[in-house]
Protein backbone atom coordinates (compact mmCIF):
# COMPACT_ATOMS: atom_id res chain seq x y z
CA UNK A 1 0.00 0.00 0.00
CA UNK A 2 1.17 3.45 -0.91
CA UNK A 3 1.72 6.04 2.21
CA UNK A 4 3.47 8.35 0.48
CA UNK A 5 0.71 11.34 1.14
CA UNK A 6 -0.28 10.07 4.53
CA UNK A 7 3.72 10.91 5.22
CA UNK A 8 3.47 13.84 3.21
CA UNK A 9 0.77 15.51 5.75
CA UNK A 10 3.44 14.43 8.22
CA UNK A 11 6.57 15.98 6.65
CA UNK A 12 4.15 19.12 5.60
CA UNK A 13 3.19 19.76 9.13
CA UNK A 14 6.65 19.52 10.56
CA UNK A 15 7.45 21.77 8.04
CA UNK A 16 4.46 24.34 9.41
CA UNK A 17 5.48 24.18 13.21
CA UNK A 18 9.40 24.00 13.36
CA UNK A 19 9.59 26.58 16.27
CA UNK A 20 7.41 24.87 18.33
CA UNK A 21 8.09 21.02 19.75
CA UNK A 22 6.85 18.28 17.76
CA UNK A 23 6.84 14.96 19.31
CA UNK A 24 6.56 11.70 17.62
CA UNK A 25 3.15 10.52 19.49
CA UNK A 26 1.59 13.76 17.82
CA UNK A 27 2.41 12.88 14.52
CA UNK A 28 1.42 9.34 15.15
CA UNK A 29 -1.60 10.20 16.40
CA UNK A 30 -2.50 12.97 13.61
CA UNK A 31 -1.80 9.60 11.09
CA UNK A 32 -3.81 7.25 12.61
CA UNK A 33 -1.20 5.23 12.99
CA UNK A 34 -0.16 3.65 16.42
CA UNK A 35 3.54 5.09 17.42
CA UNK A 36 5.40 1.69 16.59
CA UNK A 37 3.81 1.63 13.34
CA UNK A 38 4.59 5.37 12.46
CA UNK A 39 7.87 4.57 13.19
CA UNK A 40 8.43 2.26 11.01
CA UNK A 41 6.97 3.98 8.31
CA UNK A 42 8.47 7.21 8.23
CA UNK A 43 11.34 5.65 7.88
CA UNK A 44 10.65 3.53 4.90
CA UNK A 45 9.38 6.63 3.15
CA UNK A 46 12.07 8.80 3.90
CA UNK A 47 14.81 7.41 4.70
CA UNK A 48 15.54 8.25 8.20
CA UNK A 49 13.83 8.66 11.90
CA UNK A 50 11.03 10.63 12.35
CA UNK A 51 12.91 12.28 15.63
CA UNK A 52 16.11 12.58 13.60
CA UNK A 53 14.17 14.03 10.62
CA UNK A 54 13.30 16.67 12.30
CA UNK A 55 16.31 17.91 13.36
CA UNK A 56 17.80 18.05 10.22
CA UNK A 57 14.88 20.40 9.20
CA UNK A 58 15.21 22.58 12.08
CA UNK A 59 19.24 22.89 11.35
CA UNK A 60 18.83 23.21 8.01
CA UNK A 61 16.41 26.47 8.09
CA UNK A 62 18.45 27.79 11.04
CA UNK A 63 21.73 27.98 9.08
CA UNK A 64 20.19 29.71 6.16
CA UNK A 65 18.58 32.01 8.97
CA UNK A 66 21.85 32.55 10.35
CA UNK A 67 23.57 32.83 6.10
CA UNK A 68 21.28 35.71 6.11
CA UNK A 69 22.35 37.91 9.27
CA UNK A 70 20.38 36.06 12.28
CA UNK A 71 22.63 35.93 15.20
CA UNK A 72 23.31 32.25 15.67
CA UNK A 73 22.37 32.09 19.14
CA UNK A 74 18.73 33.73 18.22
CA UNK A 75 18.33 31.06 15.74
CA UNK A 76 19.03 28.20 17.62
CA UNK A 77 16.49 29.48 20.26
CA UNK A 78 13.98 29.50 17.54
CA UNK A 79 14.28 25.96 16.24
CA UNK A 80 13.83 24.68 19.38
CA UNK A 81 17.66 24.73 20.66
CA UNK A 82 17.88 25.34 24.49
CA UNK A 83 21.19 26.97 24.16
CA UNK A 84 23.93 27.91 21.58
CA UNK A 85 26.09 25.38 22.49
CA UNK A 86 23.41 22.91 22.31
CA UNK A 87 23.09 23.67 18.62
CA UNK A 88 26.92 24.02 17.90
CA UNK A 89 26.69 20.12 19.00
CA UNK A 90 24.06 19.49 16.93
CA UNK A 91 25.16 20.93 13.83
CA UNK A 92 28.36 19.76 14.15
CA UNK A 93 27.51 15.83 14.47
CA UNK A 94 24.96 16.65 11.22
CA UNK A 95 27.80 18.28 9.36
CA UNK A 96 31.15 17.42 10.83
CA UNK A 97 32.03 20.93 11.13
CA UNK A 98 31.45 24.10 12.91
CA UNK A 99 28.62 26.63 11.34
CA UNK A 100 30.68 29.46 10.84
CA UNK A 101 33.30 27.02 9.07
CA UNK A 102 30.19 25.45 7.16
CA UNK A 103 29.40 29.14 6.06
CA UNK A 104 32.94 29.86 4.80
CA UNK A 105 33.13 27.08 2.49
CA UNK A 106 29.07 27.26 1.36
CA UNK A 107 26.22 29.78 0.79
CA UNK A 108 23.07 27.67 2.11
CA UNK A 109 19.86 27.99 -0.23
CA UNK A 110 16.29 28.91 1.06
CA UNK A 111 15.18 25.84 2.45
CA UNK A 112 12.44 24.46 0.39
CA UNK A 113 9.65 21.57 1.05
CA UNK A 114 10.56 17.98 0.80
CA UNK A 115 7.88 16.27 -1.63
CA UNK A 116 8.05 12.51 -1.33
CA UNK A 117 6.43 12.24 -5.11
CA UNK A 118 9.05 14.59 -6.76
CA UNK A 119 11.99 13.32 -4.68
CA UNK A 120 12.11 9.65 -4.39
CA UNK A 121 14.20 8.09 -2.08
CA UNK A 122 15.12 11.16 0.35
CA UNK A 123 17.45 10.76 2.55
CA UNK A 124 19.95 8.01 4.06
CA UNK A 125 21.16 7.77 7.77
CA UNK A 126 24.78 7.38 8.18
CA UNK A 127 24.24 4.41 10.05
CA UNK A 128 22.85 2.95 6.42
CA UNK A 129 25.29 4.17 4.62
CA UNK A 130 28.13 2.27 6.50
CA UNK A 131 25.54 -0.98 6.19
CA UNK A 132 26.03 -0.27 2.43
CA UNK A 133 29.42 0.12 2.36
CA UNK A 134 30.16 -3.01 4.39
CA UNK A 135 29.29 -4.66 0.91
CA UNK A 136 32.87 -3.06 0.32
CA UNK A 137 34.58 -3.45 3.45
CA UNK A 138 35.14 0.01 3.62
CA UNK A 139 32.38 0.85 6.86
CA UNK A 140 35.27 2.64 8.70
CA UNK A 141 35.81 5.51 5.93
CA UNK A 142 35.09 8.84 7.02
CA UNK A 143 31.31 9.81 5.49
CA UNK A 144 31.24 13.56 4.18
CA UNK A 145 28.53 15.30 2.41
CA UNK A 146 28.58 16.51 -1.29
CA UNK A 147 27.56 19.51 -2.58
CA UNK A 148 27.27 20.08 -6.56
CA UNK A 149 29.56 22.72 -7.07
CA UNK A 150 27.01 23.99 -9.73
CA UNK A 151 23.82 25.39 -7.29
CA UNK A 152 25.31 24.92 -4.29
CA UNK A 153 22.73 22.02 -3.13
CA UNK A 154 23.30 18.97 -1.17
CA UNK A 155 23.24 16.19 -2.24
CA UNK A 156 20.95 13.44 -1.08
CA UNK A 157 22.18 10.43 -3.75
CA UNK A 158 26.08 11.00 -3.22
CA UNK A 159 28.48 11.00 -0.71
CA UNK A 160 32.20 11.08 -0.79
CA UNK A 161 33.50 7.90 1.23
CA UNK A 162 37.20 8.65 2.84
CA UNK A 163 39.99 11.13 1.03
CA UNK A 164 39.42 9.09 -2.59
CA UNK A 165 35.33 7.63 -3.38
CA UNK A 166 32.12 8.55 -4.01
CA UNK A 167 29.16 6.32 -2.97
CA UNK A 168 26.09 6.87 -5.36
CA UNK A 169 22.84 5.62 -4.98
CA UNK A 170 19.70 5.88 -7.30
CA UNK A 171 16.44 3.73 -8.89
CA UNK A 172 17.62 4.33 -12.43
CA UNK A 173 19.43 1.24 -13.00
CA UNK A 174 19.53 1.69 -16.77
CA UNK A 175 21.30 5.23 -16.37
CA UNK A 176 24.30 3.71 -14.14
CA UNK A 177 25.07 0.69 -16.69
CA UNK A 178 25.32 3.57 -19.38
CA UNK A 179 27.64 5.90 -16.83
CA UNK A 180 29.82 2.72 -16.37
CA UNK A 181 29.82 1.60 -19.94
CA UNK A 182 30.69 5.24 -21.19
CA UNK A 183 33.07 5.86 -18.45
CA UNK A 184 34.79 2.41 -19.12
CA UNK A 185 35.09 3.62 -22.54
CA UNK A 186 37.04 7.45 -21.88
CA UNK A 187 39.60 5.80 -19.68
CA UNK A 188 40.42 3.39 -22.50
CA UNK A 189 40.72 6.52 -24.85
CA UNK A 190 42.82 7.87 -22.29
CA UNK A 191 40.58 11.22 -20.74
CA UNK A 192 40.20 10.53 -17.38
CA UNK A 193 36.91 9.44 -15.66
CA UNK A 194 35.20 8.03 -12.32
CA UNK A 195 35.34 4.00 -12.65
CA UNK A 196 33.66 1.54 -10.20
CA UNK A 197 35.07 -0.41 -7.64
CA UNK A 198 33.82 -3.90 -7.38
CA UNK A 199 32.30 -5.20 -4.28
CA UNK A 200 33.29 -8.21 -1.96
CA UNK A 201 31.23 -10.16 -4.44
CA UNK A 202 33.07 -9.10 -7.39
CA UNK A 203 29.30 -7.44 -8.78
CA UNK A 204 29.41 -3.32 -10.43
CA UNK A 205 27.12 -2.45 -8.28
CA UNK A 206 24.68 -3.63 -4.60
CA UNK A 207 21.10 -3.59 -4.71
CA UNK A 208 18.71 -3.02 -1.91
CA UNK A 209 15.55 -3.13 -1.94
CA UNK A 210 15.06 -1.39 -5.42
CA UNK A 211 17.69 1.04 -5.32
CA UNK A 212 21.46 0.53 -6.51
CA UNK A 213 24.43 1.78 -4.45
CA UNK A 214 27.69 1.90 -6.72
CA UNK A 215 31.41 3.17 -5.39
CA UNK A 216 33.37 4.95 -7.62
CA UNK A 217 37.16 6.01 -6.89
CA UNK A 218 37.34 9.77 -8.22
CA UNK A 219 39.65 10.28 -10.87
CA UNK A 220 42.80 12.61 -10.90
CA UNK A 221 42.37 16.61 -11.19
CA UNK A 222 39.64 18.84 -10.08
CA UNK A 223 35.79 20.18 -10.70
CA UNK A 224 35.81 23.10 -13.23
CA UNK A 225 34.50 25.77 -11.94
CA UNK A 226 32.86 28.56 -13.80
CA UNK A 227 34.64 31.31 -12.11
CA UNK A 228 37.84 29.69 -13.11
CA UNK A 229 36.99 30.79 -16.86
CA UNK A 230 37.18 34.67 -16.11
CA UNK A 231 40.31 34.86 -14.74
CA UNK A 232 43.79 34.69 -16.54
CA UNK A 233 43.73 32.08 -19.63
CA UNK A 234 40.05 31.75 -19.26
CA UNK A 235 39.53 32.15 -23.33
CA UNK A 236 42.09 29.63 -23.82
CA UNK A 237 40.75 26.96 -20.84
CA UNK A 238 37.23 27.25 -22.40
CA UNK A 239 38.67 26.16 -25.89
CA UNK A 240 40.33 23.27 -24.03
CA UNK A 241 36.65 22.51 -22.49
CA UNK A 242 35.35 22.82 -26.55
CA UNK A 243 38.02 20.51 -27.51
CA UNK A 244 37.85 17.70 -25.14
CA UNK A 245 33.88 17.73 -25.56
CA UNK A 246 33.98 17.13 -29.19
CA UNK A 247 36.91 14.33 -28.60
CA UNK A 248 34.37 13.24 -26.39
CA UNK A 249 31.87 13.26 -28.63
CA UNK A 250 34.19 10.94 -31.14
CA UNK A 251 34.77 8.42 -28.32
CA UNK A 252 30.75 8.19 -27.97
CA UNK A 253 30.34 8.15 -31.98
CA UNK A 254 32.07 4.53 -31.80
CA UNK A 255 29.87 3.65 -28.72
CA UNK A 256 26.38 3.94 -30.29
CA UNK A 257 27.04 1.16 -32.80
CA UNK A 258 27.80 -1.22 -30.21
CA UNK A 259 24.60 -0.69 -28.77
CA UNK A 260 20.84 0.66 -29.01
CA UNK A 261 20.25 3.65 -27.21
CA UNK A 262 16.49 5.71 -26.94
CA UNK A 263 17.06 8.95 -29.13
CA UNK A 264 15.89 12.24 -27.30
CA UNK A 265 13.78 14.24 -29.27
CA UNK A 266 14.48 17.89 -28.48
CA UNK A 267 12.00 19.65 -30.83
CA UNK A 268 8.99 17.29 -28.87
CA UNK A 269 10.16 18.24 -25.81
CA UNK A 270 10.15 22.07 -26.80
CA UNK A 271 6.92 22.65 -28.36
CA UNK A 272 4.80 19.81 -26.33
CA UNK A 273 6.29 21.38 -22.69
CA UNK A 274 9.33 23.21 -22.48
CA UNK A 275 7.38 26.25 -24.94
CA UNK A 276 4.56 26.21 -23.15
CA UNK A 277 5.68 25.95 -19.74
CA UNK A 278 8.28 28.64 -19.71
CA UNK A 279 5.78 31.01 -21.11
CA UNK A 280 3.39 30.39 -18.03
CA UNK A 281 6.77 31.13 -16.16
CA UNK A 282 7.56 34.26 -17.69
CA UNK A 283 6.69 37.21 -20.30
CA UNK A 284 7.85 35.99 -23.80
CA UNK A 285 6.98 38.47 -26.82
CA UNK A 286 4.77 36.50 -28.85
CA UNK A 287 6.63 37.17 -32.14
CA UNK A 288 10.37 36.00 -30.78
CA UNK A 289 8.22 32.99 -29.90
CA UNK A 290 6.85 32.37 -33.35
CA UNK A 291 9.96 32.49 -35.06
CA UNK A 292 11.99 30.65 -32.82
CA UNK A 293 9.29 27.80 -33.46
CA UNK A 294 9.63 28.04 -36.60
CA UNK A 295 12.92 28.22 -37.06
CA UNK A 296 13.36 25.49 -35.06
CA UNK A 297 11.51 23.53 -36.82
CA UNK A 298 12.84 24.25 -39.96
CA UNK A 299 16.87 23.68 -39.16
CA UNK A 300 16.39 20.80 -36.69
CA UNK A 301 16.00 17.61 -39.15
CA UNK A 302 19.37 18.80 -40.71
CA UNK A 303 21.11 18.86 -37.37
CA UNK A 304 23.65 15.53 -36.49
CA UNK A 305 22.33 13.13 -33.65
CA UNK A 306 24.56 10.46 -32.09
CA UNK A 307 25.22 9.65 -28.52
CA UNK A 308 25.90 12.57 -26.26
CA UNK A 309 26.63 13.21 -23.05
CA UNK A 310 23.35 15.42 -22.26
CA UNK A 311 23.42 17.80 -19.29
CA UNK A 312 27.53 18.50 -19.31
CA UNK A 313 27.88 21.30 -16.79
CA UNK A 314 31.17 22.62 -15.81
CA UNK A 315 31.70 20.73 -12.54
CA UNK A 316 31.58 17.55 -14.64
CA UNK A 317 34.70 18.72 -16.97
CA UNK A 318 37.94 17.79 -14.69
CA UNK A 319 40.70 20.10 -14.74
CA UNK A 320 44.56 18.74 -14.44
CA UNK A 321 47.25 21.18 -14.73
CA UNK A 322 45.27 23.79 -16.34
CA UNK A 323 43.53 21.95 -18.99
CA UNK A 324 40.30 19.85 -19.07
CA UNK A 325 41.05 16.12 -18.73
CA UNK A 326 38.06 14.27 -18.59
CA UNK A 327 34.61 13.98 -17.12
CA UNK A 328 32.83 13.02 -13.85
CA UNK A 329 29.70 10.87 -15.06
CA UNK A 330 27.89 9.99 -17.52
CA UNK A 331 24.44 8.97 -16.27
CA UNK A 332 22.17 11.06 -18.59
CA UNK A 333 23.99 10.17 -21.83
CA UNK A 334 21.47 9.92 -24.76
CA UNK A 335 21.13 9.72 -28.55
CA UNK A 336 20.22 13.83 -29.44
CA UNK A 337 21.40 16.30 -31.16
CA UNK A 338 24.84 16.43 -30.46
CA UNK A 339 25.05 20.45 -30.78
CA UNK A 340 23.18 20.33 -27.44
CA UNK A 341 26.37 19.41 -25.45
CA UNK A 342 28.22 22.50 -25.93
CA UNK A 343 25.50 24.50 -25.87
CA UNK A 344 24.81 23.08 -22.65
CA UNK A 345 27.70 23.56 -21.14
CA UNK A 346 28.23 26.98 -22.00
CA UNK A 347 24.50 27.96 -20.76
CA UNK A 348 26.23 26.67 -17.63
CA UNK A 349 28.75 28.39 -17.32
CA UNK A 350 26.78 31.49 -17.31
CA UNK A 351 23.80 30.10 -15.00
CA UNK A 352 26.63 29.85 -12.49
CA UNK A 353 28.29 33.63 -13.00
CA UNK A 354 24.89 35.07 -14.18
CA UNK A 355 24.73 38.79 -12.60
CA UNK A 356 21.87 40.79 -14.11
CA UNK A 357 22.47 43.81 -15.67
CA UNK A 358 26.20 42.82 -16.06
CA UNK A 359 26.51 43.90 -20.03
CA UNK A 360 30.94 43.45 -19.09
CA UNK A 361 30.03 39.88 -17.53
CA UNK A 362 27.98 39.23 -20.30
CA UNK A 363 29.90 40.11 -23.16
CA UNK A 364 32.69 37.91 -21.68
CA UNK A 365 30.54 35.20 -21.48
CA UNK A 366 30.33 35.86 -24.57
CA UNK A 367 33.76 34.96 -25.84
CA UNK A 368 33.73 31.96 -23.67
CA UNK A 369 30.88 30.78 -25.80
CA UNK A 370 32.63 31.66 -28.46
CA UNK A 371 35.87 29.34 -27.85
CA UNK A 372 34.00 26.40 -26.66
CA UNK A 373 32.64 26.18 -29.77
CA UNK A 374 35.62 27.27 -31.75
CA UNK A 375 37.70 24.20 -29.67
CA UNK A 376 34.68 21.93 -30.61
CA UNK A 377 34.69 22.91 -34.15
CA UNK A 378 37.99 22.01 -34.33
CA UNK A 379 38.07 18.59 -33.38
CA UNK A 380 34.81 17.36 -35.00
CA UNK A 381 33.69 19.97 -37.56
CA UNK A 382 30.60 21.77 -36.92
CA UNK A 383 27.81 22.03 -40.62
CA UNK A 384 26.72 25.39 -41.77
CA UNK A 385 23.43 24.60 -40.48
CA UNK A 386 24.46 23.23 -37.12
CA UNK A 387 26.18 26.97 -36.69
CA UNK A 388 22.62 28.63 -38.30
CA UNK A 389 20.93 26.63 -35.35
CA UNK A 390 23.33 27.65 -32.47
CA UNK A 391 20.83 30.38 -31.11
CA UNK A 392 18.06 28.46 -31.30
CA UNK A 393 19.58 25.33 -29.27
CA UNK A 394 20.52 28.06 -26.59
CA UNK A 395 17.06 29.22 -26.46
CA UNK A 396 15.70 25.43 -26.04
CA UNK A 397 17.65 25.00 -23.29
CA UNK A 398 17.04 28.08 -21.62
CA UNK A 399 13.28 27.12 -22.24
CA UNK A 400 13.79 23.70 -21.19
CA UNK A 401 15.40 25.17 -17.62
CA UNK A 402 12.97 27.86 -16.94
CA UNK A 403 10.14 24.95 -17.35
CA UNK A 404 11.58 22.65 -15.45
CA UNK A 405 12.84 24.70 -12.32
CA UNK A 406 9.69 26.79 -12.43
CA UNK A 407 7.61 23.29 -11.84
CA UNK A 408 9.30 23.03 -8.12
CA UNK A 409 9.55 25.35 -4.70
CA UNK A 410 13.20 23.52 -4.28
CA UNK A 411 14.26 25.41 -7.83
CA UNK A 412 12.87 29.25 -7.14
CA UNK A 413 16.43 30.90 -6.98
CA UNK A 414 17.67 28.91 -9.82
CA UNK A 415 14.23 29.36 -12.10
CA UNK A 416 14.71 32.96 -11.49
CA UNK A 417 18.06 32.94 -12.74
CA UNK A 418 17.19 31.34 -15.38
CA UNK A 419 14.52 33.43 -16.59
CA UNK A 420 16.20 36.41 -16.48
CA UNK A 421 19.46 34.74 -18.70
CA UNK A 422 16.69 34.23 -21.07
CA UNK A 423 15.82 37.69 -21.41
CA UNK A 424 18.92 38.91 -21.66
CA UNK A 425 20.21 36.13 -24.51
CA UNK A 426 17.31 37.23 -26.23
CA UNK A 427 18.14 40.83 -26.20
CA UNK A 428 21.74 39.84 -27.08
CA UNK A 429 20.69 36.98 -29.49
CA UNK A 430 23.39 38.12 -32.07
CA UNK A 431 26.56 36.97 -29.63
CA UNK A 432 24.99 33.26 -29.61
CA UNK A 433 26.22 33.15 -33.68
CA UNK A 434 29.46 31.95 -34.77
CA UNK A 435 31.81 34.04 -35.95
Same mark, same amino acid.
Given at each position: ????????? &?????????????????????????????? #?? $??????????????? %????????????????????? #?????????????????????? &????? %???????????? #??????????????????????? *????????????????????????????????????????????????????????????????????????????? #?????????????????????? %??????????????????? *????????????????????? %??????????? &???????????????????????????????????????? $?????????????????????????????????????????????????????????????????????????????????????????????RQLITHRDMLTLE
Open positions: MDYRDTIQE &SLDYIEDNLDTEITAEELSSRAGFSLFYFY #RL $FQSQVGMPVMQYILR %RRLVHAIYDISCGAKMVDAAL #RYGFDTHAGFFRAFRREYDCSP &SNYLK %RHKPKRPYRINL #RQEGHVMLTQKKIKEILSHWGME *QEKISSFYYESSGFKSDRCWYVGENYLLKTGENLPALKRHLEVSEAVRQAGLEAAVYVPAKNGEKYIMDEDTYFCLT #RMPEGEFLLARDLYAEQGNSKA %RYVGEILGQLHLIMKDMEE *QEEYQEDDLLACIKGWALPGA %RRAMELPNEFC &SEFEKGLEALYPMLPVQLIHHNPTPSDFLIRQGKPAGFIE $FENTEKAIRLFDPCYVSTGILSESFEDGNEEKLRQWGLLYQNILRGYDSVNPLSAKEKEALPYIVFSIQMICVAYFSESEKYAELAEINQKML
